[in-house]
């Protein structure tokens, strides 16, 4: 499995998601600056981590989405290529275009730091196709702007195309229906705002985020 993880000026992430995706299929994925043109040739994901890419200015990640490199991701998404936003990356791909709504300051103005419950909506997705629906999973958050909202319109599309996929198991930070994370229409780009890469191996106290790039390894080979 050949991967690459988008690395923006304030991206403190990167190293995380590298290791967990190194750890889960046993190859160091590329590190790619965002000034760059190009991708490698045949990714099989992109990854674009979390942090706080430009320091938050403007919008979250509203910089970061128009960074030269973003243009290779949106064409490589175009063409099926899967690409995870956690975090801050999630806010990116809401920025660029690639998923709809935003991402606004949580409810109450807190910065959320914790575990959190989640249940897997959708499970057609090639990251939750190991997962059973309904089944639920605990991954952590850290976020301050991670309250997801989109017009009524959007949200009825979202939820009857299947394009949400997580959603948090009780109030966390506002977002609309609870949603903790959507795709595309293709499924093929998946933005959350939980960190997956956090929880991959034994000594991290679950592995449920793992469950998500293993179904993405297994959806690949």
Not at 72 to 87: K, L, Q, W
Not at 101 to 109: C, H, K, P, T, Y
Not at 141 to 156: K, S
Request: net charge negative.
């Amino acid at each position: 499995m050949k991967t690459a993880v988008v690395v923006f000026p304030g991206s403190n992430c990167d190293r995380d998601l590298a290791v967990a995706l190194e750890v889960v299929t046993g190859h160091r994925p590329a590190m790619l600056w965002h000034d760059e043109n190009e991708l490698p040739e045949h990714l099989d994901l992109i990854g674009l981590p979390g942090g706080f890419s430009h320091g938050d200015y403007l919008r979250s990640g509203a910089i970061a989405a128009r960074a030269p490199i973003m243009r290779a991701v949106a064409d490589a998404a175009a063409r099926g290529t899967p690409v995870i936003g956690i975090c801050n990356g999630f806010q990116v791909l809401t920025e660029a275009g690639l998923l709809p709504g935003a991402l606004m300051r949580n409810a109450g103005l807190d910065f959320v730091c914790r575990d959190v419950a989640l249940e897997v909506v959708a499970t057609g997705t090639p990251f939750t196709r190991a997962i059973s629906p309904g089944e639920r999973i605990i991954i952590p958050v850290a976020h301050h702007d991670g309250n997801y909202q989109a017009d009524a319109d959007t949200l009825d599309r979202l939820e009857q195309q299947g394009q949400v996929v997580l959603r948090y198991a009780e109030a966390v930070n506002g977002s609309a229906r609870n949603i903790a994370g959507i795709t595309n229409p293709a499924g093929n780009v998946l933005g959350l705002m939980p960190h997956p890469e956090r929880c991959v191996e034994p000594a991290h106290g679950n592995m449920d985020g793992r469950r998500l790039f293993e179904g993405l390894l297994g959806a690949i080979a």
